[in-house]
């Protein structure tokens, strides 16, 4: 329809109906359109079905790609001493320095190992998994097999990264369910994994309102989920990486489980919480870390009973290893805890290179030498 314009009649304008000078008036005469008013107009309606296409068809989510992890064996952790193998509580089994030419390769900020020792999952701090098999020499790490990565999804099937959720700092697992705890927006997202795959679409969480007013760069670093036959079994704990309470210790949560709440654990020196898992005897492992411009990155586990740990408890409890950059150490921001075939409890460990090329991803394993 045309437009009205003031001070002229309304009707047929003079391209429809023209004068006859015998007859008056006669039939309007069809006119062919010009040939770039009929491009302008399918250009148009192009984008009209494209804009409904989109509508009832999203974009399909970026499937998972395989990629190629390369591994250099690290043969001592104390360099200076490579005969050494006994660090604290700890034995030293082997390690892997890892990388990749696939572009989204670093920044694994997590990882879970499987019961077998070697399937694992991992996030990345640009909100991408990383799913693949350690390999073994005997019992050293020589290698990684079945690499694949994809980018976490949100509920609407975009990205986590597209929304801004990106900084995934922690997972969780039970099963086929995986939890991951995001840093900068504090938020947890849970995935249905098991049925899924990489291609899960992760449903935010209710987190209480200690955890949203977390630091917007020290929020969770740590998230667990207890097996139901350990103390607190059934809680997912969540720890952040230094919200710190009135008396100067690390904010912890207790989500879900039979004694929901908060609690704290000790802060240390100048040490941040990194990660944590839980053993099959019934502790807290917690990873932490510290850094400084003089010293360099530092790296701790302490270890926590469970039965310590309660609503408005603050709780500590002995370092099973400490080193400096004295050590084959780097960046460490995972851990996962699984048991050998020979009943010994390992220990796996992962850094966050920060896509820096002056760091590293290196993989550790320990056994712990002491009940």
Known sequence: MHPVIPGRPAGPGPDSITT?????????????????????????LSLLSLSASAQISPRQP????????????????????????????LVYRGGIELTSSYREFGGISALRVAADGAK???????????????????????GIADAEMAPALGPDGRTLAARGWYDTESIAQDGGTVWLGIERVNRIVRFDVGRHGLLARGEPTTVPPGIARLPHNKGLECLEFVPRRLPLGGTLIAISERGLDRDGNIHGFLLGGPSPGTFSVKRI???????????????????????????????????????????GATVDGPALIEADMGYQIDNMEGLSVHRAPNGELVLTLI??????????TILLQFTLAEP
């Open 20 to 44: 006859n000078r015998d007859h008056g008036f006669r039939a309007p005469r069809f006119v062919w359109p010009r040939r770039d008013t009929v491009a302008i107009a399918f250009a148009f």
């Open 62 to 89: 970026e499937p998972p790609v395989k990629i190629e992890v390369r591994a250099k064996p690290i043969a001592a952790f104390e360099p200076r001493d490579p005969s050494r193998t006994r660090f604290g509580a």
């Open 120 to 142: 694992f999952l991992a996030v990345t701090d640009k909100g991408r998994w990383l799913r693949g098999r350690i390999v073994y020499e005997g019992t050293r790490p020589a």
């Open 269 to 311: 020196g100048d040490f941040d919480v990194s990660d944590c898992a839980v053993t099959p005897t019934g502790d807290l492992l917690v990873l932490e870390r510290s850094f400084s411009r003089l010293r360099g990155v530092g790296m701790r586990i302490r270890r926590v009973p469970l039965a310590h740990i309660t609503p």
């Open 351 to 360: 850094s966050d290179d920060n896509f820096s090329i002056i760091q590293r």
